[in-house]
Nanobody, 126 residues
Framework: QLQLVESGGGLVQPGGSLRLSCAAS????????IGWFRQAPGKEREGVTC????????NYADSVKGRFTISRDNAKNTVSLHMNSLKPEDTAVYYC???????????????????WGQGTQVTVSS
């Protein structure tokens, strides 16, 4: 029953915007830290951003600071990733993931994230 499902990926031109959603089922999303990770062809998976349990901190990779925003919608049990000023280097499969326990100061290290979605493709190209 525990599941994370990403949606919202697609093709966008450089400088454009895209909103990804991570819908949770089988658990209450705000009780855990949620991270967004991405993996480009031929590269290892990297952390993009994370949001901690309610009242906790958020973190962003340096490459996306000022362009990406993570947010939580408790009513819908979802976490969103708002991406602006997209670059070709942002092209990747994007994954959301849940930590094994609550964290008030989330990290972009994948080690604490034990549940993962299937991923959604984001392609930034003209």
């Amino acid at each position: 029953q525990l599941q994370l499902v990403e949606s919202g990926g697609g093709l966008v031109q450089p400088g454009g915007s895209l909103r990804l959603s991570c819908a949770a089922s089988g658990f209450t999303l705000d009780a855990y830290a949620i991270g967004w990770f991405r993996q480009a062809p031929g590269k290892e998976r990297e952390g993009v951003t994370c949001i901690s349990t309610s009242g906790g901190s958020v973190n962003y990779a340096d490459s996306v600071k000022g362009r990406f925003t993570i947010s939580r919608d408790n009513a819908k049990n979802t976490v969103s990733l708002h991406m602006n000023s997209l670059k070709p280097e942002d092209t990747a499969v994007y994954y959301c993931a849940r930590t094994f326990a609550p964290f008030s100061n989330c990290r972009l290290d994948p080690a604490p994230y034990t549940y993962w979605g299937q991923g959604t493709q984001v392609t930034v190209s003209s």
